[in-house]
Every structure is written in C-alpha cells, then in structure tokens.
C-alpha cells in the first residue's frame, strides 16, 4: 500500500517542480545567447550581466561560467576569470573546450607574474 | 508489383528524416563561437611619479657579433617611445663596464692606504679579501660573470647623481647576455605525407640533429631617479636553435629573442593589451 503512495507522491512533486526548473534552464539559456549575441558586438558588460544572470538561474550551466570568464578576461578583471573558469572545470572537468580557453587564460596570467619582482 | 514501391517508401522516409535532422541542426545553430578577445594587463609598477624614462644602458656580455649594449638600449628606446607614455631621454649610452670597473678601482685604490698607514695584518687580510670579491672578470661569458657586476645596481649614490643629471626620470638598467649555443640530439617533428588514397597524414618522427643558436638573458632593473633606489626588475631567457647547416645572422637572432621578451618589459611599466581567441558557448 505505501510502495504506490510513495511513487504517486514523488510523481506528483516531479510534475510540480519540473516546469519552474526547465523555466529556469531555459531563460538561463536564452541569457547565454543574448550573452553571447552582444559580446559578438562588442558590448562586454551587458554581456557580463547576461551570464551572470544565467549562473544565478542555473548554478551547474558549464557554458554560463565559461562565457563569464572569458568576459571578465577581456575587461582585465583576472581573479573573477580564474574563479569563473574554475567553476566550470569543477562542473565539466572533461570539457576541452573550457580546458583550452583556461590554459590560454593561464599562459597571460602566468605572464605577468612571470618575471621576477624584486 | 507491390515489391518494388516499398524501398521507394523507405528512400523517402529517410529523406524527410535527413531533412528534419538538417533544418533542426540549423535552427539550434552551433554551439560554440571562436570570439577575439583583447586582455588589458596593468604595469607591475606605479610609474606614476615620472614623466621621462632614460634607458641608461647595461653590462652586457657573450657573443661578440652583437654590441649588446647598443642594441638592447636603441630597442628598447624605440618601443618606449611608440608604446609607453613617458617621454624618452636621448642621452648618450653608458658603459656601465667601464662604469662599474672605475668604481670597483676607486674602493680598492683605499687598501694600499691602509697599509702604509700601519693596518694590522688581520685587518690586511680583510681587506685583501674584500679586494677579490671585487675582482670583476675582463670578459663576460656567463651569467657568473655577470654576478660581481651586479653591486653597480645597489649604487644608490651613484644612480641619484645621475637621477638628478636628468631631472629625476626613471632609470632602465640591467645586464644582458647574449650567447651562442650548439646542441645535438633527438628532435621530434611532424612529418607530413600522402597516403594511397591522396590523403595528407602528418606523423611525429624523431630524427638526430646537431643544432646551434643563441641565448637571451636580460635583467631589466628599474630605479628610481630620485633616490637611486631599484624599485623593481625582472629576469627573462629566452633560446632559439637552427639547423646546424642553417646560417643565421646573430644580430637577427638577437632581435627574434628580445621580439618575444619586450611585451614583458613593456608590461613593466605600460598597461599592455595581450590580444587572443576563445571560444565561448551556448
């Protein structure tokens, strides 16, 4: 008798917590390309307010953290790509794209802490 | 006459299907876009106080088919002048050789003083000493050459002078060595080929070679007009090898080194953009 219960019952909060969450999935998605269409242009900012706004809506978006980093590069902001570019290794440690894109991004950052400070 | 109308059928189904799959791929579009990206890197030092950079000049050593000196400072000169916004000194080109081996003479020029003077022999032997750490070497071949050089940059008396010869700018200085090398061993390389059916295969080979080539290695010091003080510097080494049978200039090689280093130096003292692709995606 519970074994039913039960499974109507995770039924009924699967169908119930679903459409808000593939909402949540797909307004983060339409916010990575808008993202992405504005940075095409040249408008970083909004770019970056973009992809954050997609990380906010979706937390495990790969795509969302590396487009971020990869924005905060080109404004100079360094730390903020080195923690971005981390997150999105830690949710896709096998995405060779965002591997090539952080080692590219570490050769520069290595770059200026390369020489030796006296 | 049934039979033959069937794959018919099929053909088309999997046309339509090849059909939905290529309208669908083009409405998704790809997922990934290679974008240019420009990264601004601010200068490792505050070069805020000056106005005018003077490159005074540097000890330099190795191959003898490069004056080392010259070259580093009209190099580094010119790329100061289109890529920083301090004002270039144009002052003549020291030879802090020559500089550094009058300074080390007139410190150990004191010791004969002492002992006319009646010095006790421990102390003459100090000072004998202190005469040999001075000791630098005629030509420079190596980086250990270089090292007795080195006290000329912690000259503050004698960089203030001529901080205040230049009205207080910052001072460029350092060492450069720039030496030959040969080297032999494996080397791996692609080797490119065409396969029976025309296709083109590019397959790693490791072939014994006898190189030879040259080494970069400057010491950028930067100090500051005013005090005499070194506020910063960096030490870079940079290698390039040819075929042995490849006869390439030195000054040519010279010039490919520092081509790879002045972003660093520039990156010093000036914001610099590094330019690059990444890709973003969807």
């Known amino acids: ?118 | 006459m049934t039979g033959p109308a069937k794959p018919k059928q099929s053909s088309l189904a999997i046309a339509v299907i090849a059909a939905g799959c290529a309208a669908l791929a083009l409405a998704c579009g790809p997922d990934s876009y290679e974008i240019p990206i420009e990264t601004p890197i601010q200068p490792k030092m505050d070069v805020s106080p000056f106005q005018r950079v003077l490159v005074v000049g540097f000890v330099a050593g190795g191959s003898e088919d490069v004056d080392t000196n010259q070259e580093t400072v009209r190099l580094l000169r010119s790329q100061l002048r289109t890529k920083s916004s301090l004002k270039v000194i144009d002052a003549d080109i020291l030879a802090l050789i020559d500089i550094a081996k009058e300074q080390s003479l007139g410190t150990a020029g004191n010791a004969p003083d002492d002992v006319t003077s009646g010095t006790a022999p421990a102390n003459r032997a100090s000072t004998d000493k202190t005469n040999q750490t001075l000791a630098l070497p005629q030509n420079i071949k190596d980086e250990k050459d270089l090292e007795p050089y080195e006290r000329l940059f912690a000259n503050t008396a004698y960089w203030k002078r001529i901080g205040e010869e230049f009205q207080n700018p910052l001072i460029v200085t350092g060492t450069v060595l720039f030496s030959s090398r040969s080297t032999s061993g494996f080397v791996q390389r692609d080797q490119e080929s065409y396969d029976s059916l025309g296709r083109r295969v590019v397959r790693p080979v490791r072939q014994y070679m006898e190189r030879k080539g040259f080494i970069l290695r400057p010491k950028f010091v930067f100090i500051d007009g005013r005090t005499g003080a070194t506020m910063y510097s960096e030490s870079y080494r940079e290698e390039i090898l040819y075929n042995a049978q490849q006869n390439t200039p030195a000054l040519s090689s010279y010039f490919e080194l520092m081509d790879r280093l002045v972003p660093n130096f520039l990156s010093a003292l000036s914001s610099q953009k590094i330019r690059g692709t990444r890709v973003l995606l969807k």
């Not at chain 1, 979706?58 to 790509?81: C, F, M, R, S, W």
């Not at chain 1, 440690?93 to 590219?104: A, C, G, I, T, W």
Request: charged letters at 25%; proline letters at 3%; glycine letters at 2%.
């Open chain 1, 1 to 118: 008798m519970n074994l039913p219960v039960v499974v109507i019952a995770a039924c009924a909060a699967a169908l119930a917590a679903s459409p808000s969450f593939a909402d949540a999935k797909s307004e983060a998605k339409s916010q990575v390309e808008f993202g992405i269409n504005v940075a095409q242009r040249g408008l970083w900012r909004e770019a970056i307010y973009r992809w954050q706004k997609a990380t906010e809506l979706d937390p495990t978006y790969v795509a969302a953290y590396n487009d971020l980093a990869i924005a905060y590069e080109h404004e100079g902001q360094l730390d903020k790509a080195r923690k971005a570019y981390d997150k999105a290794i830690e949710l896709d440690p096998n995405n060779v794209q965002v591997r090539q894109n952080y080692e590219l991004f570490k050769e520069i950052n290595d770059r200026t802490s390369q020489a030796k400070a006296k």
